[in-house]
């Protein structure tokens, strides 16, 4: 068990509706980070944020956006889902925001969307 | 554009035996190193990391080896073992953090 917790374990909905997905970091940790991982494709990293604030971004759709609350846990929303969005999403935690830190990973959520 | 290549999709090696993972990378600009690997219905769990100032970690069964000048990476586990079977995933961390599309280990017994 890593210490991060996400939610739902699996989620499946229609195209063109909106979803979200909820990270719990380990304690401590101030980063939160949020992958993708398509069907025979490595884990694209989305975004990370830092002690609620975006810290660095990457292939993330403009449909999707992401955010850190006060409490440290985050919330990923996908929005106009359409089927090429079906795929796991893990969250990550870190101590810091460096290079050097250690990811632990959440146990991610399956989305599938029909 | 692929910048972190793990071009072994699967690798089946005896248990006992030495297990090679191999990743090549293209942008000279990372300068961080991971190994991750990931058993099925669980995310990814770190393994060994290395930065771009050395050219080998080693950590129990476990080393990598980074060779700059040829962009390219390995993991190495001695002796393999059968809980060693899953899917490994090697990152290089620049400005963002790449993965690679993994490679499936296979420990035969």
């Known amino acids: 068990d890593s210490g991060v917790t996400q939610t739902p374990k699996h989620l499946i909905t229609a195209t063109g509706q909106r979803v979200t997905l909820r990270c719990s970091p380990r304690s401590g940790d101030l980063s939160v980070y949020w992958y993708q991982q398509s069907l025979d494709q490595g884990l694209q990293f989305l975004i990370q944020?830092?002690?609620?604030?975006?810290?660095a971004k990457g292939n993330i759709l403009e449909r999707f956006s992401a955010q850190q609350f006060p409490d440290l846990h985050s919330e990923l929303n996908l929005s106009s889902l359409e089927l090429g969005d079906s795929a796991l999403y893990f969250c990550?935690?870190?101590?810091?925001?460096?290079?050097?830190?250690?990811?632990?990973f959440g146990p991610g959520t399956r989305l599938t969307v029909l | 554009d692929q910048q972190v290549k793990q071009n072994s999709p699967s690798l089946s090696v005896q248990e006992g035996r030495i297990s090679i993972l191999n990743c090549d990378y293209t942008n000279s600009m990372f300068d961080y190193f991971l190994w991750y690997k990931k058993y099925p219905a669980e995310g990814p769990t770190f393994l060994i990391s290395?930065?771009?100032?050395?050219d080998k970690n080693e950590d129990g069964r476990f080393t990598v080896f980074l060779n700059k000048s040829a962009k390219h990476l390995s993991l190495h586990i001695v002796p393999s073992q059968p809980g060693d079977s899953a899917v490994y995933f090697c990152a290089a961390n620049g400005v963002k953090i790449i993965f690679g599309k993994g490679t499936r280990l296979h420990i035969l017994p």
């Open positions: 990550a935690s870190s101590v810091g925001g460096v290079r050097a830190d250690t990811q632990y």
């Open positions: 290395i930065s771009s100032i050395k």
């Open positions: 944020y830092y002690n609620g604030e975006e810290r």
